[in-house]
């Protein structure tokens, strides 16, 4: 079924029966039902109880195979225990969708699996699909349909509007909402997904994509089941012009042990999310306040006023503001440039005491005459030296005079400049907050979350486009079959890494003493032996390791040296040979691997080698395959990427180079996901701009039996 198919059942439904039906308004089974009534749903209701004739003051039926009509939806308030029962009903009564409210399913252990799998089967044998279970429900605000128990709808219902939520956790979707109403943000449609055994967070998306009611998508997100989907999601909602803002959730190791218990699936690695996320096109926040902010904002500038950078003029009455403005403004990665000569000399003409860099302090005479403040903002406002205006007025609404002064100037701007992006800073009072932001005003109530905001909206911009792709086999033809040795040791590693266009040192591997000096004398000195076997990974821990060779003495002394050390650290190991590589000198070292991660299977990483990555943690990552440019982009990431580039005089690395290797490790470890679980090469040795890189060490690791890669 294509992801997102048939949810308009859940939600647009136009009729809803309720299983578990209550009187009680209090009770899961009995709150769907008041909230609907109270809402004004236009569509019918059937109140599913055998013991009442009538519930809050609807007929009541036996069950769903005696309505008058097959629903489209129908809400499961049952113990987990009857639910399947219920569902298979709904099955054979012709249902379209159905919700199941209830937990204790998979989350709990076997035997909440085997009762969620009878869900799913039901649903498969015809179609119908199964939102959760253990899971909050949907709400379509415009259509009033609600398929919720959620506390949060008890007091008023959100406005309808343009912002579509979606979430795998009911209570922070639910709070969401929430935040969004509370703002005056309005909302188009509601789902949380729980257990996902049917209906997935891609589904969702893939929905709000479609979602002529929808302009932006919020997503939270405790984890993935299936990559393939919620990419493909991504990229729809992309194509459809719709960001997606992802909170994703479970970021340290006990939040993704919880996550996991929460909803019975593997958590994979957060690093990847990320990646995946913004190659999807998905922008994630790592807040709930970012969240909110950004939903809102974006809600309220699409589909044509992002801003086109992150270029920001900072306009304020105060040098402090302007000052702690500024701080924050650097810390969230937004640029200020100086304003034009004409802006500053209108400023300076309007304030000859102001000071009309930026940030702009233009002093509290700014707001003294209406006149005043609508030069200065004009000017500010149509300089096309920013992407956008930023402006705090902290205190100016709360002082009747001052905010006649800023209300009616702000209107005339907005109506003066329409295209152009002034966000402000306000705290209240809510009245006037409520009076800005219908004029069209994106509004956030502190510094560091305005900017954050803004510079998120930039990248906004950026994460729409779509990025260019790289696939397996650029030419087109099969990737060539693993050499039998490949898996083995060292040697047949870097033999088939130098197939796939990793460069490697003319290496031999002999099997005594003479034919190693032999190699030595022709490879020329001094030259490096290393043991070769399928048990020594880390050969250095078994003295498996001589450097600086420099006569054919010194390597037969070596080579005997090797294998009585190895062969006492470790005399079960099988030794193939050793390996007889030439010393070679670079200006800087990388470490390049790739690893299998659960969910979304082969991922490249690279990193400087050393404590940058070990202690520091400062690596790249990105699900395989990559293009050059794209691993380019990954090595801009590092944050001592200044060092390859030629810091403080040193020469610059050939990091055109190191992208060529990323690319061509990338696709060979996805033209070999069914047999390699990880790759390492520490490390890959760059030489200076134009001299190339090369692989100095390899090692390959197969999937443990019975755990290789799903096609």
């Known amino acids: 079924m294509r992801v997102g198919e048939g949810l308009d059942a859940l939600l647009q439904p136009r009729s809803i029966a309720i299983i578990g039906a209550s009187q009680d308004p209090a009770k899961i089974g009995g709150r769907p039902l008041h909230l609907l009534r109270r809402y004004g749903y236009a569509g019918q209701i059937y109140p599913i109880n055998p013991k009442a004739a009538e519930v809050q003051g609807l007929k009541a039926y036996l069950s769903v ?39 204790g399913f998979a989350e709990l252990g076997d035997a909440g699996e085997a009762l969620q799998e009878r869900l ?39 406005v309808a509007g343009t912002l579509g939520i979606v979430s795998q956790s009911g209570n922070l979707g639910s709070f969401t909402m929430r935040l969004a109403s509370e703002r005056g943000v309005g909302v188009s449609r509601f789902m949380t997904t729980g257990n996902e055994c049917d209906i997935d967070i891609a589904d969702g998306i893939a929905f709000l994509a479609r979602d002529p009611a929808t302009r932006v998508i ?12 919620l990419i493909a999601s991504l990229e729809e909602a992309r194509e459809a012009g719709k960001p997606v803002i992802a909170l994703k959730i479970g970021t340290s190791a006990a939040g993704q042990a919880a996550a996991a218990s929460h909803t019975g699936a593997l958590a994979g690695s957060d690093a990847v999310f990320d990646a995946v996320l913004a190659r999807a096109g998905a922008l994630r926040v790592h807040s709930i306040e970012e969240f909110i902010n950004l939903g809102d904002a974006a809600s309220m500038l699409l589909p044509d006023r992002l801003p086109r950078g992150p270029r920001v003029a900072l306009l304020t009455a105060s040098g402090g503001f302007g000052i702690l403005l500024a701080d924050a403004a650097h810390a969230a990665g937004l640029a200020m440039p100086e304003l034009s000569e004409a802006t500053q000399r209108a400023i300076l003409d309007t304030v000859p005491f102001a000071s009309a860099r ?28 920013c992407d956008a205006v930023l402006m705090p007025l902290p205190l100016s609404l709360y002082v009747p005079r001052l905010r006649s002064i800023y209300i009616e100037t702000l209107r ?60 397996i086999a650029p030419s ?140 520091i943690g400062d690596v790249a990552v990105q699900t395989a395959p990559v293009s050059e440019s794209m691993a380019m982009q990954m090595l801009r990431s590092l944050k001592a990427f200044a060092v390859l580039d030629g810091a403080r005089g040193r020469p610059r690395a050939d990091i055109a180079a190191a992208a060529r290797a990323i690319a061509a490790l990338s696709r060979f470890a996805a033209a070999h996901a069914q047999a390699i679980s990880e790759i390492d090469i520490n490390p890959l040795l760059l030489m200076p701009e134009g001299q190339g890189a090369v692989a100095l060490d390899a090692l390959l690791v197969p999937h443990a039996e019975g755990k290789g890669r799903k096609s």
Do not use: W
């Open 65 to 103: 195979m005696d309505v008058p009509e097959a629903p489209d939806l129908a809400l499961i308030a049952v113990e987990a225990e009857k639910a399947p029962d219920a569902v298979e009903q709904c099955a054979a009564r012709g249902v379209r969708g159905v919700v199941v409210f209830s937990s």
């Open 120 to 158: 799913l089967a039901a649903g498969r044998r015809t179609g119908m699909r199964i939102l959760g279970p253990n899971c909050l429900g949907a709400v379509s605000i415009a259509d009033k349909s609600i398929a919720t128990f959620s506390i949060v709808l008890e007091e008023s219902l959100p």
């Open 218 to 229: 919020l997503c939270c997100l405790e984890t993935c089941r299936d990559a393939g989907r």
């Open 358 to 385: 930026n940030p702009i302090d233009a002093t509290a005479q700014m707001s003294s005459r209406p006149e005043m403040l609508q030069k200065i903002l004009s000017a500010v406002v149509a300089d096309d030296t």
């Open 412 to 471: 005339s701007i907005r109506e003066q400049y329409p295209d152009r992006i002034l966000m402000l800073c306000v705290r209240g009072p809510q009245d006037a907050v409520a009076e800005l932001r219908a004029m069209g005003y994106p509004i956030i109530d502190s510094f560091d979350g305005c900017c954050a905001t803004l510079a998120a909206l930039a990248k906004l911009r950026t994460a729409l486009t779509k990025p260019e792709t790289a696939s």
């Open 476 to 615: 087109g033809e099969r990737p060539a079959p693993l050499p039998a040795d490949a898996l083995r040791h060292e040697f047949g590693a870097k033999r088939a890494l130098a197939a796939a266009g990793i460069p490697v040192l003319p290496e031999r591997l002999v099997q005594d003493a003479e034919a190693a000096a032999r190699a030595a004398a022709e490879i020329g000195f001094p030259v490096v032996l290393k043991i070769a076997s399928p048990d020594l990974p880390h050969k250095t821990e078994v003295g498996g390791v001589k450097i600086g060779l420099a006569s054919v003495d010194e390597v037969r002394q070596a080579y005997a040296e090797m294998l009585r050390s190895v062969a006492v650290k470790a005399p079960q190991a099988a030794i193939d040979g050793v390996l007889v590589a030439p010393t070679a000198k670079g200006i800087a070292e990388l470490i390049l691997g790739t690893t299998t991660d659960p969910v979304f299977g082969p991922v490249v990483m690279v990193g400087l080698g050393g404590i940058f990555a070990e202690i």
